[in-house]
């Protein structure tokens, strides 16, 4: 439960960068080029991207830890491995989405790449499609995966009423 508790911190940090930041973001191409740089004359605003873009990067690897504790974890019966497995890569694929959508709302010459491999697969999306993504869908969605897994473990860990009760 440490990396979990820990994970919910870290993307509570990422919630309240990610408020600041959006404030000063403009999700045009255009705008974007001139206000991209726009955060770094703030007072803390390297700070305050530096902070959000690391804590991305945290948890990805608290949630890949995650990952692995459970899939090495003995003493759990196969079925709450495997669901707690899938709940567990699930919520890595959606912070893998999102760090992908992060990555893009910059707009530099990384974004340019990211793009390009997007669009060699098959997807077609605007700048204003990603930050809404980004800034809405995907979070809102992690947090609700989150929240509903952490209730699950939190009742799997409840004593059942029929224990010491005689058959």
């Known amino acids: 439960m440490g990396l979990l508790r820990v994970s919910v911190w870290v993307f509570a940090a990422l919630t309240l960068t990610g408020l600041g930041l959006m404030f000063f973001y403009a999700p045009t191409v255009s705008q974007n080029v001139a206000t991209g740089t726009q955060h770094k004359t703030l007072t803390l605003g390297g700070v305050l991207r530096g902070t959000h873009f690391w ?5 990805g690897l608290i949630l ?13 019966t196969y079925d709450s491995k495997w669901r707690s497995g899938l709940a567990a890569l ?3 694929l959606l912070a893998v989405a999102l760090w992908f959508t992060g990555l893009v709302l910059p707009w530099d010459q990384m974004t340019y790449w990211l793009m390009e491999l997007a ?4 997807i077609r999306l605007s700048l204003l499609q990603i930050y809404w993504a980004h800034i809405a869908l995907l979070p809102i969605v ?14 799997g860990k409840r004593p059942s009423s029929r224990m010491g009760t005689a058959g």
């Open 55 to 59: 804590a991305a990067h945290i948890l």
């Open 64 to 76: 890949l830890l995650h990952l692995l504790a459970l899939m090495a974890r003995r003493g759990a």
């Open 90 to 92: 699930w919520l890595l």
């Open 119 to 122: 669009r060699e697969r098959g």
């Open 142 to 155: 992690f947090g609700a995966s989150a929240f509903f897994g952490i209730r699950y473990l939190k009742q």
